[in-house]
């Protein structure tokens, strides 16, 4: 029997200034897309006061998701 964990990884983008967004905008699609682009089944969910931080729900390990973003030139703190 093979045991798969669900994880919870909270990462904040090294440089919101970067990003063309604006107030209504967020940054969890071109998270969720660069993940998936990268290979990786995840959940990606905004934080409600800080456009730069998100949460992504995956069975990946931290390191691995992490790795992903940097891949598709997304930097985090």
Known sequence: ????????????????????????????????NALKYEGIDAVVDGEEYSQAVFTVYTRSPRDVVEQALKSQEIWVE
């Open 1 to 32: 029997m093979t045991i798969v964990e669900n994880h919870k990884h909270t990462f904040q983008v090294a440089d919101l200034g970067a990003w063309d967004l604006d107030e209504d905008r967020s940054i969890v699609p071109s998270i969720e």
